[in-house]
T-cell receptor, first 111, second 113 residues
């Protein structure tokens, strides 16, 4: 079965430092991988996706993600964190019929 | 604004009651997904419809049902409500299945007292 795992419930970084939110996946065949962000009392917003091609995917708000097939990982990164990046981040894998989400990682960026 | 509209935004009801949540997908999107988000269980996939037909079922209880109408809007019916059904219910839509991203509504917050 297709699934993703987010090993960290919480990530704390200082403003201006690089951030990484981790995701590993388990899929059969080629994975379609996504990152979404959820701000308080809002729906999820699409950040970026990997379908095929370049392993480094660039997305919204300066975020990027690196697809690593050998490590079955799809970590979300940003070179310099902002306080406004504080939110809940979800990794997801798409199947032909649905999209399955990880448990989410709460990112807190401190001034 | 994602283009996905969910109503009502908030709903408070009592145990044993029945409620209906409504979702209008983005214009042109044929797929509608329903998710339940609770504090202790993250984002749980409930069910997906594509152009009026049920395509996939996740962890949806038998007390819950859904449908997608010819105009592509969808409704999620929750009956015999229990305290544990209190959650945020999200609808999302997509233009195509598989490689397309989902666009989420703002959610319907259900509180069962």
């Amino acid at each position: 079965a297709q699934s993703v795992a987010q090993p960290e419930d919480q990530v704390n970084v200082a403003e201006g430092n690089p951030l990484t939110v981790k995701c590993t996946y388990s899929v059969s065949g080629n994975p379609y991988l996504f990152w979404y962000v959820q701000y308080p009392n809002r729906g999820l917003q699409f950040l970026l996706k990997y379908i095929t091609g370049d392993n480094l995917v660039k997305g919204s708000y300066g975020f990027e993600a690196e697809f690593n097939k050998s490590q079955t990982s799809f970590h979300l990164k940003k070179p310099s964190a902002l306080v406004s990046d504080s939110a809940l981040y979800f990794c997801a894998v798409s199947t032909p019929d649905d999209m399955r989400f990880g448990a989410g990682t709460r990112l807190t960026v401190k001034p | 604004d994602s283009g996905v509209t969910q109503t009502p935004k908030h709903l408070i009801t009592a145990t044993g009651q029945r409620v209906t949540l409504r979702c209008s997908p983005r214009s042109g999107d044929l797929s509608v997904y329903w998710y339940q988000q609770s504090l202790d269980q993250g984002l749980q996939f409930l069910i997906q419809y594509y152009n009026g037909e049920e395509r996939a079922k996740g962890n949806i209880l038998e007390r819950f049902s859904a449908q997608q109408f010819p105009d592509l809007h969808s409704e999620l019916n929750l009956s015999s409500l229990e305290l544990g059904d209190s959650a945020l219910y999200f609808c999302a839509s997509s233009h195509r299945q598989g490689s397309g991203e989902l666009f989420f509504g703002e959610g319907s917050r259900l509180t069962v007292l």
